[in-house]
């Protein structure tokens, strides 16, 4: 009973993470029609950044500023040097436009920190642990699951219940229209990738807080995909219910049978459950009738 309480809490917690990195990915899409690619780097390098400029002795809260704020300027110089001239056009030219950037910044990843592993310290992070119903919990991984499902539902209510929420979504579901209502559609896509880039920094911060990163970290953008796509690629919801579901996947497939099969399973689970629901769990249906 303990070895399976564990499992669960270790799942929700790291489901958090996943969730961040999928609202992330989830809003540019919504918004843009562009699924990044990119995301992943866009989330790691401001993590390795701050983590090699605090070993020269940068500030906490500081470095805590300058990741999110460097992941929003590489989001929105992402879009802005880009995909900006994609919008419009077919979803598959932005695709391979992010996969392109993606494998530059690969390269620029691999040439700058190499194989380098970075402990980052931060601030306001509880170091202790706690026990619960018999079993041991980091109160690191409580605080982080608990700031991360925050912001997940705080994104959650601004997209679905205030002005701006429903400005991004009528301007991915029709921008010529939405600009004709008077809203500023180039304001909502620069303002969407710059708020996903500082989502993804904040979740690549929430995965530093209790691991240690370096540049293999990037795959944990892959690893949201098949929250996203489980969810429904265009539904904030799905993204974080998704994220929910393979963070305990995925800590089950890890505890009982171990950590070498956690991407098949995770990707064949995702296969099965889209032969039934092909969008996702949340995602538009569409209908076509001939």
């Known amino acids: 009973m303990g070895l399976f309480l564990a499992c669960v809490i270790s799942g929700i917690l790291q489901g958090g993470t996943f969730a961040l990195v999928s609202l992330a990915l989830v809003l540019v899409f919504r918004s843009t029609g562009t699924f990044n690619v990119a995301g992943g780097e866009v989330m790691i390098i401001p993590i390795l950044a701050v983590a090699m400029w605090q070993k020269a002795g940068l500030a906490g809260w500081l470095g805590v500023i300058i990741a999110l704020t460097l992941g929003a300027l590489l989001s929105l110089g992402l879009f802005f ?44 992070v509880p170091r202790g642990t706690i026990r619960f119903l018999g079993i041991g919990v980091s109160e690191a991984d409580i605080a982080v699951g608990v700031v ?26 029709m921008a010529a229209l939405a600009s004709q209502r008077g809203i500023n559609v180039r304001s909502i896509y620069y303002g969407c990738w710059a708020l996903a880039g500082a989502l993804g920094a904040f979740a690549g911060l929430s995965y530093a807080a209790t691991n240690i ?14 929250a996203i796509i489980l969810g429904g690629l265009d539904s904030f ?35 099965l459950v889209l032969m039934v629901w092909p969008s996702g769990l949340f995602g538009s249906r569409i209908v076509e009738r001939l």
């Open 81 to 124: 040097i880009v995909l900006r001239h994609t919008i419009g056009g077919d979803h598959m030219i932005g695709f391979v436009a992010t996969l392109g950037v993606a494998a530059v910044m690969d390269a620029v990843i691999s040439l700058w920190f190499g194989s380098n592993r970075y402990d980052l310290k931060i601030p306001g």
């Open 148 to 173: 991360a499902y925050g912001v997940c539902i705080t994104m959650l209510l601004v997209m679905q219940y205030t002005g701006l929420g429903i400005r991004i979504r009528a301007t991915g579901q």
């Open 213 to 226: 990163v370096d540049s293999n970290t990037v795959v944990l953008g892959l690893a949201a995909l098949p």
């Open 237 to 271: 919801t799905g993204a974080v219910v998704g994220g929910l579901i393979i963070g305990l996947f995925q800590a089950f497939l890890t505890t009982y049978i171990g950590g070498q099969y956690v991407t098949p399973g995770t990707y064949t689970i995702l296969f």
